[in-house]
């Protein structure tokens, strides 16, 4: 599948739609759409569901060094509950260059500091979630690392560079209630 066919599916995914457009007046550096929102709207589009069905939320990830603490990625959270505040999900709004600062003490393994949202993107659980959007005016611009035939053909790849193990198969048992026709791949030892 190409970058054609991505954004075909998800323009269907209006909330989705919404949020990209919304996105691009926070003014984030080096932001992307991406995680569940993304690759769960093929899901339900290519098994025949409603675009928007069953995502929990909308993840917006952004990178900026320039200042890693607390009140700075608060601040960009408070200004995106005003953007995203009337739209029917909830829009998780990150800072990927402060990852490394909570990572371990909430799934229990170290993280290297990111140098990029990409950079974020690639240590995904799992490579079929290694998907990011984001539009620039009408342009999209898509991160993809792995492609997107897992993604559209209901394939899912462990990706152990930082996630642990528990991690990818908590997802993925979650995932398979949700989208039965899933191949889960299982995790390399």
Known sequence: MDEDALREVLTRNEVLLEVLRRAERLGLPDWYLTAGCVFQTVWNVVTGRPPAEGIRDYDLFYFDGSDLGWDAEDEVIRNGARVFGDLPAVVEIRNEARVHLWYEDRFGVPCPPHTSTEAAIDSFAATTCCV???????????????GLDDVFTLVVRPNPVLAPREVYETKTRRWSEQWPALTVLPWST
Request: aromatic letters at 14%; glycine letters at 14%.
């Open 132 to 146: 990011g959007v984001r539009l620039e005016g009408e342009r999209w611009h898509v991160y993809a690392p792995h």
